[in-house]
């Protein structure tokens, strides 16, 4: 391809870069060194910055797709030790489609850095606006996937910068946190999101009746200083926690809440349907209906997957779609496919670069297993350096001095993520005169300092889960939290069930659709899962 060709696509791929901090990088630091059918090198000024943008990749292969409808693989490269060999003329179809500059659809187009919305989105923002000068308390803005919501509630979150309003935006899980605090920073916006357990100041405690642990609340909580509380992905959000923010909004003065999220989604565990969906204390609300965001066929497999009620009762026909968005896989070749991808150098930069996704936890054990297998060998130890570990439930570190129940804090929340830094070392730990064995393990946990942990070894398991199940009926609560906080429950994040993964954007999903066969939420699962991908979804085929 010739140098002038080159710059004429490249220019054309910068037009169709939907995120305008990833669109301004490129812009600004990058160039289309060579372009070979279905591969791209792009070249960046230094090393650094290809590394801490590699996770921008999926952007501009969604930006190739736009413009040659193709799925193209981005290679990044520093241009000043690039030398190509590929100087072919650009192929007449992609002449003949940058110079039609076809129309695609796109999550805003971009003038000055400023977001223009469509006609949809701006009823909504108007409402929005109404809002913080009206006598409601709650608005509730739904739409199902690509719609816009996000795209939307960035814009509004900057007017309320813009007007001095004070506001705080959660989620109800340290993933969707995550995922909405990465999404505002490539819209040029510092966002801290917390989590919903955080905004209620919500500590485990434990009920001493049942013997089950709950989050309650702590503390009086003051949010007299918040205009506007904006709760993301309220799919997931519990009966509880949604009564508790609305006691507490309708006690506040001043305070707002808008209930962003798809109710087509997994409803929280134990739960029909969200609550948010259907409570009659929110009077206002918006739908956001005109799809804006190109996702390909997966997007129309998925509305259909959504809009078909069929769907409830069987699995949908997964076959290869004529964009490879979804790609149906012999199952050997599907593995082999995942294992390379876990092997990547994007995925040890980018952890949701890739995942198996499923409904079972047995199935999801299995495939983390199968991970190990290949990546670390099948009689590798229980942890390895590079080993990558999911938080099954909070883990809590003694606080200095403390005593009782209340000695504890959370060390690393639920769902959170770590790398394991150094070979798991076996020790032994004597409590009540029985002796634990367990793996010390030293992690770097995704958010937060290298810190060790003190992970069970499953010959100990079952003594463990009968002392801790003793503790609890005899009601020796001191050494029930001693126990049971003693250790830290983690497991393997190769692979996840679909409602771990809720609220995360993962760019190559490996979706076990076989395994959701007896779900009787198979319909929500199938969703909510096929929405997770950003590039691709793979299924293995029969």
Same mark, same amino acid.
């Given at each position: 391809?010739?140098?002038? @060709?080159?710059?004429?696509?490249?220019?054309?791929?910068?037009?169709?870069?939907?995120?305008?901090?990833?669109?301004?990088?490129?812009?600004?630091?990058?160039?289309?060194?060579? $372009?070979?059918?279905?591969?791209?090198?792009?070249?960046?000024?230094?090393?650094?910055?290809?590394?801490?943008?590699?996770?921008?990749?999926?952007?501009?292969?969604?930006?190739?797709?736009?413009?040659?409808?193709?799925?193209?693989?981005?290679?990044?490269?520093?241009?000043?030790?690039?030398?190509?060999?590929?100087?072919?003329?650009?192929?007449?179809?992609?002449?003949?489609?940058?110079?039609?500059?076809?129309?695609?659809?796109?999550?805003?187009?971009?003038?000055?850095?400023?977001?223009?919305?469509?006609?949809?989105?701006?009823?909504?923002?108007?409402?929005?606006?109404?809002?913080?000068?009206?006598?409601?308390?709650?608005?509730?803005?739904?739409?199902?996937?690509?719609?816009?919501?996000?795209?939307?509630?960035?814009?509004?979150? /900057?007017?309320?910068?813009?007007?001095?309003?004070?506001? *705080?935006?959660?989620?109800?899980?340290?993933?969707?946190?995550?995922?909405?605090?990465?999404?505002?920073? @490539?819209?040029? !916006?510092?966002?801290?999101?917390?989590?919903?357990?955080?905004?209620?100041?919500?500590?485990?405690?434990?009920?001493?009746?049942?013997?089950?642990?709950?989050?309650?609340?702590?503390?009086?909580?003051?949010?007299?200083?918040?205009?506007?509380?904006?709760? %993301?992905?309220?799919?997931?959000?519990?009966?509880?926690?949604?009564?508790?923010?609305?006691?507490?909004?309708?006690?506040?003065?001043?305070?707002? *809440?808008?209930?962003?999220? %798809?109710?087509?989604?997994?409803?929280? *565990?134990?739960?029909?349907?969200?609550?948010?969906?259907?409570?009659?204390?929110?009077?206002?609300?918006?739908?956001?209906?005109?799809?804006?965001?190109?996702?390909?066929?997966?997007?129309?497999?998925?509305?259909?997957?959504?809009?078909?009620?069929?769907?409830?009762?069987?699995?949908?026909?997964?076959?290869?779609?004529? %964009?490879?968005?979804?790609?149906?896989?012999?199952?050997?070749?599907?593995?082999?496919?995942?294992?390379? !991808?876990?092997?990547?150098?994007? $995925?040890?930069?980018?952890? =949701?670069?890739?995942?198996?996704?499923?409904?079972?936890?047995?199935?999801?054990?299995?495939?983390?297993?199968?991970?190990?297998?290949?990546?670390?060998?099948?009689?590798?130890?229980?942890?390895?350096?590079?080993?990558?570990?999911?938080?099954?439930?909070?883990? $809590?570190?003694?606080?200095?001095?403390?005593?009782?129940?209340?000695?504890?804090?959370?060390?690393?929340? @639920?769902?959170?993520?770590?790398?394991?830094? %150094? /070979?798991?070392?076996?020790?032994?730990?004597?409590?009540?005169?029985?002796?634990?064995?367990?793996?010390?393990?030293?992690?770097?946990?995704?958010?937060?300092?290298?810190?060790?942990?003190?992970?069970?070894?499953?010959?100990?398991?079952?003594?463990?889960?009968?002392?801790?199940?003793?503790?609890?009926?005899?009601?020796?609560?001191?050494?029930?939290?001693?126990?049971?906080?003693?250790?830290?429950?983690?497991?393997?994040?190769?692979?996840?069930?679909?409602?771990?993964?809720?609220?995360?954007?993962? =760019?190559?999903?490996?979706?076990?659709?076989?395994?959701?066969?007896?779900?009787?939420?198979? /319909?929500?699962?199938?969703?909510?899962?096929?929405?997770?991908?950003?590039?691709?979804?793979?299924?293995?085929?029969?």
């Amino acid at each position: 391809m010739t140098a002038q @060709n080159l710059q004429l696509l490249w220019l054309e791929i910068l037009n169709h870069i939907s995120l305008p901090v990833t669109k301004a990088l490129f812009k600004q630091h990058g160039n289309l060194l060579d $372009f070979q059918e279905t591969e791209a090198t792009v070249a960046l000024l230094t090393s650094a910055l290809i590394e801490t943008n590699r996770s921008r990749i999926p952007h501009l292969q969604a930006a190739f797709w736009s413009v040659t409808n193709q799925l193209v693989e981005v290679k990044l490269v520093v241009e000043s030790e690039y030398s190509s060999s590929h100087q072919e003329e650009i192929s007449s179809w992609s002449l003949e489609k940058i110079s039609k500059n076809p129309e695609h659809l796109s999550p805003v187009s971009l003038s000055d850095g400023e977001f223009s919305l469509t006609s949809d989105q701006e009823r909504a923002l108007s409402q929005l606006k109404n809002l913080t000068i009206s006598q409601e308390k709650f608005f509730r803005l739904t739409g199902f996937a690509g719609t816009g919501k996000t795209v939307l509630i960035t814009s509004f979150i /900057q007017w309320l910068v813009s007007e001095g309003i004070n506001f *705080v935006a959660a989620t109800p899980t340290n993933k969707s946190a995550k995922n909405l605090s990465q999404i505002a920073e @490539n819209s040029g !916006l510092n966002l801290e999101v917390k989590t919903v357990a955080q905004l209620l100041g919500q500590q485990p405690v434990l009920d001493e009746e049942t013997g089950i642990e709950v989050f309650l609340s702590k503390e009086e909580l003051d949010w007299s200083g918040y205009g506007i509380i904006i709760i %993301d992905e309220f799919s997931m959000l519990n009966r509880d926690n949604f009564k508790e923010i609305a006691s507490e909004v309708k006690s506040s003065l001043l305070s707002k *809440v808008v209930f962003v999220g %798809d109710s087509a989604q997994l409803p929280p *565990v134990g739960e029909r349907e969200p609550i948010v969906s259907r409570s009659s204390e929110i009077q206002q609300s918006a739908t956001l209906t005109q799809v804006v965001r190109y996702d390909g066929e997966m997007a129309r497999v998925a509305q259909e997957i959504r809009s078909n009620p069929k769907y409830s009762r069987t699995l949908y026909p997964f076959t290869t779609t004529r %964009d490879s968005t979804i790609l149906c896989l012999p199952q050997k070749e599907w593995l082999q496919r995942a294992v390379a !991808l876990f092997d990547s150098p994007q $995925f040890k930069l980018n952890p =949701d670069h890739i995942r198996f996704l499923a409904w079972r936890n047995k199935t999801v054990e299995s495939l983390n297993n199968f991970v190990r297998s290949q990546l670390w060998g099948k009689n590798a130890p229980d942890y390895v350096t590079g080993d990558r570990l999911i938080a099954r439930r909070p883990l $809590f570190r003694a606080k200095p001095g403390a005593k009782g129940k209340n000695k504890w804090r959370i060390a690393i929340n @639920n769902s959170e993520e770590a790398v394991v830094i %150094d /070979q798991g070392e076996e020790c032994e730990l004597l409590f009540l005169g029985q002796i634990y064995k367990y793996w010390k393990v030293m992690v770097k946990p995704d958010c937060g300092k290298e810190q060790p942990l003190s992970i069970l070894h499953r010959e100990s398991q079952k003594l463990y889960n009968e002392k801790v199940k003793y503790l609890a009926q005899v009601k020796q609560w001191q050494s029930y939290f001693d126990l049971s906080r003693m250790f830290d429950d983690v497991g393997y994040a190769y692979s996840l069930t679909t409602h771990k993964a809720q609220g995360s954007t993962i =760019d190559y999903v490996f979706l076990d659709v076989a395994d959701m066969r007896g779900c009787s939420e198979r /319909q929500k699962l199938q969703y909510t899962a096929l929405t997770r991908a950003k590039t691709q979804v793979l299924i293995p085929s029969n």
